[in-house]
Nanobody, 115 residues
Framework: QVQLVESGGGLVQPGGSLRLSCAAS????????MGWYRQAPGKQRELVAG???????TYLNSVKGRFTISRNNAKDTVYLQMNSLTPADTAVYYC?????????WGQGTQVTVSS
């Protein structure tokens, strides 16, 4: 099993930036996908960005060019750099991994974009 701890959420003004971090521990050797989902009130959870073990990335159309997912293998941490934030990005952001042991989820971190 993989354990995930997220950090970096908060309140930011429109146009601002935040960086989310997700530290993984446990059975990390078998992880083949790491990603970030988000869920806004009254909406379904959606995949924001994903990164495979082969360094392939995928992004939600609305965040392309603004968000960047990356991984620090030495720290077993995945990041989501979010720039040019808008109120539409307000949501709880969840880190997730997929491995031979199944899927794991973090506890979620709130991102609020408001003036």
């Amino acid at each position: 099993q993989v354990q995930l701890v997220e950090s970096g959420g908060g309140l930011v003004q429109p146009g601002g930036s935040l960086r989310l971090s997700c530290a993984a521990s446990g059975s990390i050797f078998s992880i083949y996908f790491m990603g970030w989902y988000r869920q806004a009130p009254g909406k379904q959870r959606e995949l924001v960005a994903g990164l495979t073990s082969g360094n392939m990335t995928t992004y939600l159309n609305s965040v392309k060019g603004r968000f960047t997912i990356s991984r620090n293998n030495a720290k077993d941490t995945v990041y989501l750099q979010m720039n040019s934030l808008t109120p539409a990005d307000t949501a709880v952001y969840y880190c997730t991994t997929r491995s031979a042991a199944g899927s794991s989820w973090g506890q979620g971190t709130q991102v609020t974009v408001s003036s």
